[in-house]
C-alpha cells in the first residue's frame, strides 16, 4: 500500500476510534445528568423559596412573629424584639468604630 493510502487509513482508523470514544463519553454525560436532574431541581426550588421570601421582608417578619408570639406569647415577642433592637444597635456602633478606625488609617 501505497505511503498515502496508509495515513489515509491510519487517519480513519483514529477518527473512528475517536467517534467510539465521544461516543461513550456522552452516554456517561447523560448518566451522570441524569442522577443529578433531582438534585439540582429540588436546589432550584430553593433557591426561588429564598428569592421569594427575600423580596417580601414584611411576610417573613410577620411569621417569624407568629411563631413568636404562638410560643412564647406577647410578652415573649416584646422581649424577643428588644434583643434584637439592642444587638442591631450594638453592632451598628461596633461596625460604625471599625470602619472609622479604617477610614482614618
Known amino acids: 500500500m501505497p505511503t498515502a ?3 489515509m487509513a ?3 482508523q483514529r477518527r ?3 467517534l467510539a470514544k465521544i461516543s461513550a463519553q456522552r452516554e456517561e454525560v447523560a448518566g451522570v445528568g441524569a442522577r443529578w436532574q433531582t438534585p439540582l431541581a429540588f436546589a432550584d426550588r430553593g433557591l426561588a423559596v429564598l428569592n421569594y421570601l427575600r ?3 414584611v411576610l417573613v417578619a410577620g411569621a ?5 408570639i404562638r410560643r412564647h406569647g406577647v410578652v415573649g415577642l ?3 424584639g428588644w434583643l434584637v433592637w439592642k444587638g ?9 468604630r471599625f470602619a ?4 482614618s488609617s
Open 64 to 68: 417569624v412573629m407568629l411563631f413568636v
Open 55 to 57: 423580596a417580601r421582608p
Open 78 to 80: 416584646l422581649r424577643s
Open 10 to 12: 491510519d487517519v480513519m
Open 16 to 18: 473512528s476510534e475517536l
Open 5 to 7: 493510502n496508509r495515513k
Open 100 to 103: 472609622s478606625r479604617h477610614l
Open 88 to 96: 442591631y444597635r450594638y453592632f451598628a456602633a461596633f461596625s460604625e
